[in-house]
């Protein structure tokens, strides 16, 4: 990611389309507490569990069943006990601070067992550096509780993935080009900008 988007800004100020670019991206993921895999010559697959989720509403645990779970596409900001990694995340985000990586929030996503952290948006290079810190960080924090985590972009059928939202803002001179009196307040360029991403 980082000689990309080095190149990237390189060809962005050597065609005169602006000087700074700034992206805020935020990678949801996965985090189990049980994670197999197989491949051979009869069999490839993988198997995941975690006590978030439905299907183990009537799961005998030896510290009890407490019930509470998120259902179906019913995860989206629950608050504890429903949210059980509340601690994790917010582990993972002290870890974050202490490489200057900025965060800013954490929550529980959308499907049973999903999760997403915030990081202050920052220049496109740096960002990229980040983003690769991001996953370090997600996936050994996690291995510490005894737990796996995942940025695959479908693990669990019939609920939602996970993908990876991306602000983005290009400057010149101090000043953002994407704001303007257009199409729901934005320039021309902007629009141009957008048009971009869908065509390629």
Known sequence: PRSIAKSALSYLKSAG????????????????????????PNNTGYSYDSTELPINSAKEYA??????????????????PVDSCQDLRGEMLAVMGELGMKPEKHHHEVAPAQHELGLKFDTMVTMADRMQLYKYVIHNVAAAYGKTATFMAKPMFADNGSGMHVHQSI??????????????????????????????
């Not at 992206?23 to 993921?29: I, L, V």
């Not at 510290?63 to 629950?78: S, T, V």
């Not at 400057?171 to 390629?200: T, V």
């Open 63 to 80: 510290e009890g069943n407490m019930g509470h779970r998120p259902g179906p596409k019913g995860g989206y900001f629950p608050v504890n």
């Open 17 to 40: 389309v602006g000087d700074t670019v700034y992206f805020g991206p935020e990678a949801e993921f996965f985090i189990f507490d049980d994670v197999r895999w197989s491949v051979s």
């Open 171 to 200: 400057w010149q001179d101090g000043k953002p080009l994407f704001a303007g009196d257009k199409y729901a307040g934005l320039s021309q360029e902007c629009l141009w900008y957008i048009g971009g991403i869908i065509k390629h």
